[in-house]
């Protein structure tokens, strides 16, 4: 659904510490889900992604986990640095299908 | 490489006024994509095309339209202005043999309608 009002969810996280990220899906038939980074003033930009048939993968200093039973896609972001500091969204999209429909984001803010 | 080029970056426009938002990529990418991101807001798709000469709608088209006459273009035309309107609109671009989910997006056109 939609995020509520003008306020993202926002995660506060020490530099040097891991960042989990959440997301929930509705779409049962998805087949890939994607995380995108997007940083202020910019578009959105492709961290990792993972299959269906999956539920770990793991890429530089990132960690995407899967839970199909829940429904449930985190981001585990290892020793967080002040240039992780984004709004994170999540993204799914179903095999033979062209589009990608996006979560709602989650902000990340690295506190130095 | 430039990647995906959006233009103009800012834009304001009165009530009723009409403009495109120009896209390209250099690429080879099929497939192009618009968004428009609201203030807080995750990315709605407005239309979409997976080649030259087709186009289809996505989740909001209302006030909007699309063409695709070449690969490399994919311009976002709006009609009759209006408030809401007022947005952040991205274009983004992908090809199914990387991943149609693996987006390319390109900077951003901030738009107010006033």
């Known amino acids: 659904g939609e995020s509520v009002g003008l306020h993202l969810p926002t995660l506060s996280v020490q530099e040097g510490d891991n960042s989990i990220i959440n997301c929930a899906y509705s779409?049962?038939?998805?087949?890939?889900f994607i995380w995108y980074k997007q940083e202020s003033g910019k578009g959105p930009q492709f961290i990792i992604d993972i299959r269906s048939n999956m539920d770990k993968r793991q890429g530089q200093r990132v960690t995407v986990l899967l839970n199909k039973t829940v429904k449930h896609l985190s981001l585990q972001i290892a020793a967080t640095q002040p240039g992780d500091s984004a709004v994170y969204f999540c993204a799914e999209n179903s095999a033979g299908y062209q589009k990608v429909t996006f979560g709602t984001g989650t902000k990340l803010q690295v506190i130095p | 490489n430039a990647g995906v080029t959006q233009t103009p970056k800012f834009r304001i426009l009165k009530i009723g006024q009409s403009m495109t938002l120009q896209c390209a990529q250099d690429m080879n990418h099929n497939y192009m994509y618009w968004y428009r991101q609201d203030p807080g807001m995750g990315l709605k798709l407005i239309y979409y095309?997976?080649?030259?000469?087709?186009?289809d709608k996505g989740e909001v088209p209302n006030g909007y339209n699309v063409s695709r006459s070449t690969t490399e273009d994919f311009p976002l035309r709006l009609e009759l202005a209006a408030p809401s309107q007022t947005s952040v609109y991205f274009c983004?671009?992908?090809?199914?043999?990387?991943?149609?989910?693996?987006?390319?997006f390109g900077s951003g056109t901030q738009l107010s309608v006033l």
């Open positions: 983004a671009s992908s090809y199914p043999g990387t991943g149609v989910e693996k987006l390319f």
């Open positions: 095309s997976v080649g030259a000469g087709i186009t």
């Open positions: 779409n049962s038939a998805s087949d890939y």
